[in-house]
């Protein structure tokens, strides 16, 4: 009953949906864990290229049976309009299965995440604005609407008027904002989205572990990634759930025993969306054409995004953090023309050498990276398919990342396409 983790190592947009396409042929069944429709998957199936949100990536391939795991916080809204467009692309999507115990996030979550993010001016978070944070803190405040809650018409509507209620007084005293209209709210999911969503309504933990039982292959698909991760990310700025690979235990109802391989995926180099400390982060013309080169902007906000130097520092942490087995390289290729590439290999903080990151966030923002440098390959790594088809600077760069961060580099990203990959043998 194998079941493995692919999770982010860094601040998200790591190219898992890459590793997760490799790993497709292998699984009956993908499961998101956690997150919501902040999350931007990029996936090229058949040269086709699809942005996916909140359904996950086993969507795309017709022998598998994907799952929005009750860890998932679900805009039904937005799940609709999202099935259409991949319906609309020839994706049959009448497998999808969303659990009974996913929240729903509603319309004055994202008011809320929109005003409180306003509110904040220069110390805003840098938040998507979906109403992930809100939607998650009702949940904890025991307050949230499930999406077992839409298959009662009459209760759904007492909950939601209530919730609105509630709602609206936040929304009008504390930002003096616009109250929701409820009877239209109500009126609104009743007709459009309770009749599109209530089929895909199940039972997902028992559905998994009749898989996992049956000898089947399943994989836990992260979102955003470990140093997004509302406990062990950079905090405030971070999501409001637990992308590490634990998180797949809560957010898809397996015990950590059922778990026998987890994938962190990092790219070549490191990047950010949003505000928050970023140790290794370049704001030179080598940033900038790193950034130009992989293309880095935001899938779901279309925002620029920050870009650094491979900080193997905190991948140490996220080996510890997620016990990974292994990790994927992404995005090897966008460093080819640098005649030079560096690695943060250690932080100094206050005149001490540290080989992990300080546990109190104001230190961690004082940390000065540490880096060592290699030379730069300069060659097309675009084609390269073999281990040995790698240039020896860019094996060179592997080893010395593999050495850094303790783990096996098992697969490697020479471009955007399905085959562009290098798969070392471990
Ligand atoms: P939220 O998840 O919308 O609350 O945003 C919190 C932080 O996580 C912000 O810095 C976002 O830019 C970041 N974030 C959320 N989802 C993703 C993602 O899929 N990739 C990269 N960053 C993300």
Redesign the pocket.
């Known amino acids: 009953m194998p079941a493995t983790v692919i999770v982010g190592t860094q601040?998200?947009?790591e190219g898992k949906g890459k590793l997760t396409d490799l790993l497709a042929k292998q699984v009956s069944m993908v499961v998101r864990y956690q997150?919501g429709h902040?999350?931007?998957h990029t996936i090229v199936v058949d040269g086709e290229k699809f942005a996916l949100q909140l359904l996950p990536s086993g969507v795309l391939y017709p022998h598998v049976t994907p799952v929005i795991g009750n860890g998932v916080v679900v805009n039904a809204e937005e799940l609709v309009r999202e099935i259409d467009r991949v319906t609309a692309r020839g994706i049959d999507c009448s497998r999808l299965k969303v659990s009974t115990n996913a929240h729903l996030i509603l319309p004055y979550h994202a008011a809320l995440?929109t005003l409180r993010e306003h509110a904040l001016g220069d110390a805003l978070?840098?938040?998507?604005?979906?109403g992930?944070?809100p939607a998650y803190a009702d949940k904890a405040n025991r307050v949230g609407l499930r999406m077992q809650d839409l298959l009662d018409a009459d209760s759904f509507a007492v909950k939601l008027r209530s919730a609105v209620a509630e709602k609206n007084a936040f929304l009008t005293s504390i930002y003096g904002a616009d109250p929701i209209d409820a009877d239209e709210l109500i009126e609104r999911y009743l007709t459009t989205v309770v009749p599109r969503v209530t089929p895909y309504v199940a039972d997902c933990v028992a559905l998994l572990h009749e898989a996992l039982d049956a000898g089947e292959h399943v994989l836990l698909e992260g979102?955003?990634?470990t140093f997004?991760d509302l406990d062990h990310g950079t905090y405030p700025?971070?999501?409001?759930s637990n992308p590490v690979a634990g998180g797949a235990c809560v957010g898809a109802g397996i015990g950590p025993k059922s778990i026998d391989r987890v994938i962190g995926i990092a790219k070549a180099y490191c990047t950010r969306?949003?505000?928050?400390p970023f140790l290794t982060e370049l704001s030179d013309e080598i940033g900038a054409l790193i950034a130009e080169r992989g293309h880095e902007f935001?899938?779901?906000?279309g925002r620029p995004r920050r870009v650094g130097w491979f900080d193997a520092v905190m991948l140490r942490q996220a080996v510890r953090l997620n016990g990974l087995d292994e990790v994927a390289i992404t995005k090897l290729d966008i460093l080819d023309t640098l005649d030079e590439v560096a690695v943060c290999v250690g932080y100094e903080l206050d005149g001490r050498r540290l080989a992990y990151p300080p546990a109190r966030t104001d230190e961690f923002a004082r940390c000065l990276p540490v880096y060592e440098r290699l030379p730069g390959w300069q060659v097309d790594l675009t084609k390269c398919t073999e281990p040995h088809d790698l240039p020896e600077a860019a094996r060179r760069y592997l080893d010395f990342l593999e050495s850094q961060v303790g783990v096996p580099v098992s697969f490697v990203g020479t471009g955007p396409g399905r085959d562009q990959f290098v798969h070392r043998v471990v």
Not at 125 to 130: A, E, I, Q
């Open positions: 601040w998200g947009d997150g902040n999350a931007g995440d978070l840098g938040t998507t604005k979906n992930i944070g979102a955003q990634a997004l700025y971070v999501t409001s969306v949003g505000t928050g935001g899938t779901v906000t």
